[in-house]
């Protein structure tokens, strides 16, 4: 039995490439004491991770080469000197792009045997998590309101907005391309969806919030997050989530005009947030997103690539925009 791991090979100092990693074949060893042995069904594409090999996201240090491209997997327990863990337990962790990984019993986390492994990288994953609290804790939104969302047909932004919705909030997303505004809008309940790359977009985003904007929650920073500052009313919300737009280059740009002259005149509060600050309240996190999947009231979105080998590509892919929903890589 063999390994097969997606190498961070060079360190990107322009755009990322495929030509960035390196697939290898390495031996698997037993499991010590204590450790378990994980074979990956499917990773999470995340468009964070491309801040990491930038050297902007805090949690995950400063970025290196000649190691396994760290991700959140979903997989089956192949192995186990754990008591906890038995083979054939799902599980979810830190699989990284491979097709074994070795964990310690406290780094895995079991998947009830109801529950669809995969919403584990979508709704009740990091992404969903990301996307209820950076909404609910961070925006506050109150029924009636207005929340707007960039990145809108993303893994965490197609989520915000039917949370949002279910809210009871008037939902308007940002997006880069036609169809995935349509997609919003008639398969997700937006009530608007504006394409930031069409050459009216100002006044688009203008004409789809007639009553301003009281949340809006900002995946991109750049320039979208530059024409929704002017679209936010008093006492609006802004939950910084991430900063999409400006991570795959060496050279990002500085934040855009109005702050914080404009924070001040409409008392705009803005709050950057990870997700982990709310380790403590997953649970009942994922069992209020659980209910909202059963009942139907909340559509996971999946965008699902096929063999770890096509992991570079799908992630170069992402980050131009190729993705609808929550991108996976099924390893086969
Ligand atoms: N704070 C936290 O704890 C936390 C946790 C998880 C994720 N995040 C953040 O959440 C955001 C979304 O991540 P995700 O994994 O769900 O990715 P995603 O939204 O599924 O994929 C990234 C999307 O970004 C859009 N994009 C790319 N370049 C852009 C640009 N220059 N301007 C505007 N949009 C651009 C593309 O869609 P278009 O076609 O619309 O351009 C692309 O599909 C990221 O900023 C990530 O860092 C934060």
Known sequence: MKNQQIIIDQLPTGKLSAQHYRLQDSDIGHPGPGEILVRTEAFLVAAGSRAGLQGSASYAGAPTTGIVMGGTGVGIVVESSDAGFAPGDKV?????????SMHAANALQKIPAEIDAIHYLGPLGVNGLTAYFGLLKVGQPEAGETVMVSAAAGSVGHLVGQMAKIRGCQVIGIAGQDHKCELLVDQLGFDAAVNYKQGDY?????????NGVDVYFDNTGGFVLGSALFRLNVNGRIACCGVVSQYDTDAPEPGPKGIPGLLVNKRIRMQGFLVFDYLALYAAARKEISGWLDSGQLTSMVDEVKGIESAPAAFV????????GTRVVLVE
């Open 202 to 210: 100002r006044s688009a985003l203008k004409e789809a919030t007639p």
């Open 92 to 100: 979810v962790c830190s699989t990284g792009w491979q097709r074994y």
């Open 317 to 324: 892919d992402l980050l131009a925009g190729g993705n609808v």
